[in-house]
């Protein structure tokens, strides 16, 4: 097995030099975009409800393209569980750019863990923006 990889990898430099070019860019660009998303979500994101949407073209549009830049951070995410970094933080992160039934549950049972709540209040409180309520809080509860 190790012949076979060290063979391909002789033998395909230039795609394998691209390829971890690529990565490098892409986790580069997601590690910059991370405290950016973060910031930019209200506090309350997951202690609201949510809504109910009427989607029209553009927003059925919009709502595409949202979803696979989230199931691309959920990846990078996925690859952060076996390497090192925020993985728990960049699946939440990649959930709530997507748009699927049972969303909220999900991310309320991600969220509602100690270790990924205190992570995503650590990124706000850098980005020097409120930290988020817990799940289950209201506005005018502490978080």
């Known amino acids: ?21 690529l990565s ?3 986790l580069t660009m997601t590690l910059l975009a991370t405290p950016w998303l973060l910031a930019r979500l209200p506090k309350d ?3 609201r409800p949510p809504k109910h949407i009427t989607y ?8 595409t393209l949202k979803t696979v830049a989230g199931i691309a951070v959920i990846c990078i995410g996925l690859v ?3 390497t090192p970094g925020p993985g728990l933080v960049f699946l939440v992160l990649g ?18 863990q100690q270790q990924v709540f205190s992570a ?13 309520l817990r799940p289950g809080s209201r506005l005018g509860d502490q978080a």
């Open 1 to 21: 097995m190790l012949d076979f990889l060290t063979s391909w990898l002789t033998q395909h430099a230039a795609l394998a030099a691209a390829l971890g070019i």
């Open 80 to 82: 952060m569980m076996l």
């Open 45 to 47: 994101y997951f202690a």
């Open 95 to 112: 959930l709530a750019l997507c748009e699927f039934p049972g969303k909220q549950q999900l991310l309320i049972k991600l969220v509602s």
């Open 56 to 63: 029209s073209p553009a927003r059925v549009l919009f709502s």
């Open 24 to 26: 490098l860019v892409l």
């Open 120 to 132: 995503l209040n650590w990124i706000r409180e850098k980005a020097d923006k409120p930290p988020f």
